[in-house]
T-cell receptor
């Protein structure tokens, strides 16, 4: 599976949009981009995934660049409960494994 | 999303004893479940992949005789830490895979089990 690069930490003001970047320059054509988050001392929570089109669900939006080498997870109106470590993971449809990197620690500030 | 439970949520055991952790998919059937371990301030590390009705596949460096995995049904996988030592103290997390039509898959994670070996 392709590797990903994320900033180690970010701050976001409560109520503002949180934009979390991820680089995955070695992604191959059949690999999906997945985003999970982990709130302290809990299991990871699935957020969203995409292949090449932008995706949106009730939690977030995923913007994937046209060359698919990077993506951005957008939390439109961050709340204190969104404080967590966010993981960007690239995985193929035929590979069921998720390899967790260090992720981005997002701190939402009142 | 799908719900995965783990039991117990916390366990303290003495060195040399064995501990069993259960992972259940509550509202779906999971042909594949995964077991992860997470040490403090570290990321999740995959320990093994568990397929229903067959032997688990362990990652390099994970002792299969120490971490026994059983996936006897489509909704239950168990991890038994045998002859536990203090260095086995960790946060153990399971996940279950849901296959989506057309290729991608989603994994849903349990809440984790905090194991402390004294």
């Amino acid at each position: 599976d392709a590797k990903t690069t994320q900033p180690p930490s970010m701050d976001c003001a409560e109520g503002r949009a949180a934009n979390l970047p991820c680089n995955h320059s070695t992604i191959s054509g059949n690999e999906y981009v997945y985003w999970y988050r982990q709130i302290h001392s809990q299991g990871p929570q699935y957020i969203i995934h995409g292949l090449k089109n932008n995706e949106t669900n009730e939690m977030a939006s995923l913007i994937i660049t046209e060359d698919r080498k990077s993506s951005t997870l957008i939390l439109p109106h961050a709340t204190l409960r969104d404080t967590a470590v966010y993981y960007c993971i690239v995985s193929g449809a035929g590979s069921y494994q998720l390899t967790f990197g260090k992720g981005t620690k997002l701190s939402v500030i009142p | 999303g799908a719900v995965v439970s783990q039991h117990p949520s916390r366990v303290i055991c003495k060195s040399g004893t064995s501990v069993k952790i259960e992972c259940r998919s509550l509202d779906f059937q999971a042909t594949t479940m995964f077991w992860y371990r997470q040490f403090p301030k570290k990321s999740l590390m995959l320990m093994a992949t568990s397929n229903e009705g067959s032997k688990a596949t362990y990652e390099q460096g994970v002792e299969k005789d120490k971490f026994l995995i059983n996936h006897a049904s489509l909704t239950l996988s168990t991890l038994t830490v045998t002859s536990a030592h203090p260095e086995d103290s960790s946060f153990y997390i399971c996940s279950a895979r849901v296959a989506l039509a057309g290729g991608p898959h989603e994994q849903y994670f349990g809440p984790g089990t905090r194991l402390t070996v004294t």
